[in-house]
């Protein structure tokens, strides 16, 4: 069975850094590109970033480019986002994925992990 | 990037009814490979978002034969033959054809 779960998320202030982990199991991760969507409260969804399975590629959406980093341990089956400069428009649910949902590869998501920027 | 425009963004349906969605990209979907990635989620209320459609009209598995998908370039539409209580939650058309991936808005579905 296939499982993603999420973990990291908290609160932090604007201007802060938090790490997010996300620990895979139940397919060959290694063999996978990754990604990060994420969701405000209330609001809709935001692909946020890609990574390849040798880590030769990572793709950002603009709005964390700079300030977010992508990274994976396949040794460990694990995904994570570093992200620093946080700002309150970064408050969301953080979900990772498998990136081939989004082209017709299977589909699992996590429970996701609430990040919440607030002084 | 790609703008995916839905409407409406809410719709009220009566139990047993049809229901169809519209999703707009301000580009054409279609990839290199020839393939179209669109595709449509399903958000019930509190849960996390699930892919009901892949690639315009491959229905995933489990999916009740009651959602279908249709469209080509930048017309799409997902369509309930009849609704059910389940079906009540947000419904999103996504693009995995240009970076970045884009969402539509969201479409509201509620049941009169």
């Known amino acids: 069975e296939v499982q993603l779960v999420e973990s990291g998320g908290g609160l932090v202030q604007p201007g802060g850094s938090l790490r997010l982990s996300c620990a895979a199991s139940?397919?060959?991760?290694?063999?996978?590109?990754m990604s990060w969507v994420r969701q405000a409260p209330g609001k809709g969804l935001e692909w946020v970033a890609n990574?390849?399975?040798?880590?030769?590629?990572?793709y950002y959406v603009d709005s964390v480019k700079g300030r977010f980093t992508i990274s994976r341990d396949n040794a460990k089956n694990s995904l994570y986002l570093q992200m620093n400069s946080l700002r309150a428009e970064d408050t969301a649910v953080y979900y990772c994925l498998v990136a081939a949902s989004a082209r017709g590869g299977f589909d699992y998501w996590g429970q996701g992990t609430l990040v919440t920027v607030s002084s | 990037d790609v703008v995916m425009t839905q409407s409406p963004l809410s719709l009220p349906v009566t139990l047993g009814q049809p229901a169809s969605i519209s999703c707009r990209s301000s580009q054409s979907l279609v990839y290199s490979d020839g393939n179209t990635y669109l595709n449509w989620f399903q958000q019930r209320p509190g849960q996390s978002p699930r892919r009901l459609i892949y690639?315009?009209?491959n229905r995933d598995s489990g999916v009740p034969d009651r959602f279908s998908g249709s469209g080509s370039g930048t017309d799409f539409t997902l369509k309930i033959s009849r609704v059910e209580a389940e079906d009540v939650g947000v419904y999103y058309c996504?693009?995995?054809?240009?970076?970045?991936?884009?969402f539509g808005q969201g479409t509201k579905v509620e049941i009169k």
């Open positions: 996504m693009q995995g054809t240009h970076w970045p991936w884009t």
């Open positions: 990574i390849k399975p040798d880590v030769s590629e990572k």
């Open positions: 139940g397919f060959t991760f290694s063999s996978y590109w």
């Open positions: 690639k315009v009209s």
